[in-house]
């Protein structure tokens, strides 16, 4: 899997100026092909659970800056999840390593941010392919 890149240069606060588009729907296509025949792996639900969390705790760190000491052990905490949900084949190898990749860049909330933001254009790019069946 290509590693995605949430940051374009992070100390100037520029996006990957593709992460939303072109990034978001490639990585929603390998996800749907990893899928293959297993249809519970990568299925909305499943999805949609570790997206959920994402926003829960991006919603926490942005309530006050004395949160984000309490909301990063919890960001770290999903990939055990992750790790957890491909053990039992509810998520591919692919983004298990998405969530892992994407969880090691996230320092400062306005990372959890950029992250819950391409996740949110993932999962919409992941509808589209997922109706395609």
């Known amino acids: 899997m290509e590693n995605i890149k949430l940051w374009e240069d992070r100390e100037k606060n520029l996006m990957n100026p593709f992460l939303f588009s072109q990034v978001a729907e490639d990585f929603a296509?390998?996800?749907?092909?990893?899928?293959?025949?297993?249809?519970?792996?990568?299925?909305?639900?499943?999805?949609?659970?570790?997206?959920?969390?994402?926003?829960?705790?991006n919603m926490a760190a942005k309530t006050g800056s004395n949160n984000w000491p309490n909301v990063l052990p919890l960001v770290h905490m999903l990939t055990a999840k992750a790790?957890?949900?491909?053990?039992?084949?509810?998520?591919?190898?692919?983004?298990?390593?998405?969530?892992?990749?994407g969880i090691k860049q996230i320092e400062?909330?306005?990372?959890?941010?950029?992250?819950a933001?391409?996740?949110?254009?993932?999962?919409?790019?992941?509808k589209l392919y997922d109706e395609k069946k």
């Open 117 to 126: 933001m391409f996740f949110e254009s993932f999962i919409g790019f992941f």
């Open 83 to 101: 790790a957890y949900a491909h053990a039992r084949d509810l998520v591919s190898k692919g983004f298990l390593d998405f969530i892992r990749t």
């Open 29 to 57: 296509k390998q996800m749907d092909i990893e899928r293959g025949r297993k249809r519970n792996c990568n299925n909305q639900s499943q999805l949609r659970k570790f997206f959920d969390e994402i926003i829960r705790l």
């Open 108 to 115: 400062k909330p306005k990372d959890l941010d950029v992250f």
